[in-house]
């Protein structure tokens, strides 16, 4: 089985799901309504290098990280800062981004991975992406790969 098959829509999905369960405590589920949820508005990024070359970047609605970073910090919302809010999405991203490279790496895997950052980038390569649904805030991934030269 190739990488291009382990990393569809769902499998990406599977892992970011697990992820927010696993580190936060936070339930979503695939949106079957994206339009319905807010725009998302606070974004971070991850590179990853080896056999592809890429990028995991999430990006949420301002609730969806306000409500992550309570959850991993085991307070209020209402009481978590933008920047708390912004630090909690990069932790998340790089989550996420260690799961990517272990399915696209399976047990030998050859990547490494970037520093977590704020910031959305212009997309490049192939995208694998999915939108989650957290209790009504949005979280969409979006997978960059490109081949590796």
């Not at 089985?1 to 696993?22: C, F, G, P």
């Not at 399976?106 to 999915?130: E, K, V, Y």
Request: proline share 5%; charged share 25%; aromatic share 4%.
């Amino acid at each position: 089985m190739d990488a291009s098959t382990l990393l569809d829509q769902h499998a990406l999905a599977r892992l970011v799901i697990d992820a927010l369960e696993r580190t936060a405590f936070v339930l979503a589920d695939p949106s079957p309504a994206p339009d319905a949820l807010p725009e998302a508005d606070t974004f971070a990024q991850i590179d990853f290098h080896g056999p592809d070359n890429g990028r995991v970047e999430l990006h949420a609605s301002r609730a969806f990280a306000r409500n992550l970073a309570a959850s991993i910090l085991g307070a209020d919302a209402s009481e978590i800062s933008d920047l708390q809010s912004e630090e909690a999405l990069r932790e998340l991203a790089n989550i996420v981004g260690g799961s990517v490279i272990t399915a696209l790496g399976g047990s030998d895997c050859r990547f490494s991975l970037g520093l977590p950052q704020l910031g959305r980038a212009r997309p490049d390569g192939d995208d694998t992406a999915c939108i989650l649904d957290a209790e009504g805030a949005r979280l969409e991934v979006h997978c960059h790969r490109s081949r590796a030269a």
